[in-house]
């Protein structure tokens, strides 16, 4: 027994050993606990970009960390002190830690553009105005009541000088002027078309010959005069084919647009017409265009009391004669003529934009080589044709401001008349509405 008990000793505290660590492997392991950031104090610092600014602690500092040191550079001047110079817009955070290590404060550090220069400007720029500069995140931001829109609008124009891209304009103006713009679009299309032909047969039994195949246009002709004859077993005819047209086509549109200064208006009098548009292989969809007499306009009222005038008028009409056919699909082309420009004008006082002129002349001529040229004969084996386009284009913009009279005006706007005609009217009459609409005697 005494030489087996060396090696049961051993066995028996392996046993108990492991009996011991499956106790342990048998409990519940503890949820794990977040760790949660130090209450320290915290504020927030603003330094403008490429300049500096010194800041005291209130205690003394060991350590100063940048959490970003591309934004801003930190150099202490004593344990109590230190100095920022803004490298790059943007946020980071110091840790600012005390001694023993101790996180003491938290600051939260934010470089943006120069709101006191800003500030400094816009005072020498505008005198009498109250406008505030203030910083907003990583831009600036524009608060205060200005006079009128010119003043809001030059003032965010010097903001985006020093911030480009990150001003906030919440510039209010004290009282809002409000532009009338009359505008008279008058358009005169002049067409006039002379097409002459000649169909000329002479043959037998053995031969014929045949010049002409009528008018150059191929339309309908108004007039014909046939002449039929012969000489034995030969025939001759003739036949002569004349058309003329003429066409005169006036355009007018009157809008009256209201428009606060500032901010920009349009007009449209015509309308929509489809237009395909590829998408992909086999798949076509249809998006409408407008056309017509078309128009925006932007005023802006300046100190001086003249009106700033952003104007773009438009005249465009569906053209069939230009138009294309692609897989089945025709698409309309568009005779458009168009005006840009930016004016200072007074109340009142009108802007004309005309010598929108086109002209087209095209003359046509077929027939038979040589005897063509013959004189006087030769007209029997040629036909002619010659087309004359004019058209002309004239708007008149007249910026008025708005009034009180004006508003009192609107709300005393008569109806116009215009009763639907009676059918023996109608028919026996021929009275219709194509007469302008006069305004009815006593609103009604």
Known sequence: MQSVLPMTRPLLAAIACALSLGAVAAQPAKAAVPMAAEAVVSRSIVVPKDKSASFRLAEPASRIVVAQDEIAQVVATSDRSFYVRGKDIGATNLLVYGPGGRLAEVIDLYVSYDASAMQEALGVAFPSEHIRVSTMGEGLLLTGQVSNTGVAARAQKIAEKYA???????????????????????????????????????????????????????????????????????????????????????????????????????????????????????????????????????????????IRLDVEPEVSALDPANSLRLSNITVPALTTRRAQTVVELKDGEALAIGGLFQHDYANNVAQIPGLGSIPILGALFRSAQWKRDESELLIIVTPRLATPADFAAAKQQVALSGEEPSTPSLLFNGQSLDKPMSPMKGGK
């Open 164 to 306: 480009p891209d990150f001003v906030t304009n919440n510039l209010t103006v004290r009282a809002s002027q409000e532009v009338i713009l009359e505008v008279r679009v008058m358009e005169a299309t002049r067409s006039a078309l002379q097409d002459f032909g000649i169909n000329a047969t002479v043959g037998n039994s053995s031969f014929q010959f045949a010049s002409g195949t009528g008018l150059i246009s191929g339309n309908t002709p108004q007039g014909v005069l046939s002449l039929t004859g012969g000489s034995g077993h030969t025939s001759i005819d003739v036949q002569l084919q004349a058309l003329e047209t003429k066409g005169l086509i006036r355009t007018l549109a009157r809008p009256n647009l209201v428009a606060v200064s500032g901010e920009k208006a349009s007009f449209l009098a015509g309308g929509e017409f489809p237009f395909p548009v590829p998408q992909g292989l086999n798949e076509v969809t249809i998006e409408f265009r407008p056309y017509g007499v078309k128009l925006n306009f932007t005023p802006t009222v300046e100190d001086n009391g003249l």
